[in-house]
């Protein structure tokens, strides 16, 4: 009874705004009521990162445990730069700390943003621990 009474009050709030014309033209049918329904809102999904070959993720698992190894920024970001690694292994690197990378970053961004998060959030902890705070 419930469900009866919510129809009706949606049907007389739809047919409220019309004129006296328009209901009596529904009314002798020279016009109709057309249920229509409400599309979907599509979301976009976000591109996949390229799967790396199996060679690639022992690579990438190589340079990774390198880098969690360094001790100061500029070791990392040298040996990092040096290896001259395309983007695309740049951006897995990025991808298996979590870092994101935009598709119009640079190699030195990316190669930054990587060194950043992973030596330098380490060495910021390090000092935030040792940081005598009891003077």
């Known amino acids: 009874m419930k469900d ?57 698992g190589e340079i990774t445990e390198k880098l969690d190894a360094f001790q100061s920024t500029e070791e990392a970001k040298a040996y990092l730069s040096g290896l001259n690694v395309a983007k695309p292994k740049l951006k897995s690197i990025a991808t298996h700390y979590g870092i994101p990378v935009r598709s119009k970053d640079t190699n030195a961004q990316i190669v930054d943003s990587i060194v950043g998060n992973v030596v330098g959030s380490k060495l910021r902890f390090d000092a935030l621990l040792t940081t005598g705070l009891n003077k």
């Open 4 to 60: 009866f009474i919510t129809l009706s009050k949606v049907i007389l709030d739809t047919l409220a705004p019309l004129t006296e014309a328009q209901l009596n033209d529904i009314i002798t049918g020279q016009a109709t009521l057309q249920i229509m329904y409400q599309k979907e809102a599509k979301t976009p999904k976000e591109p996949k990162p390229p799967k790396p070959s199996a060679n690639d993720a022992g690579e990438i």
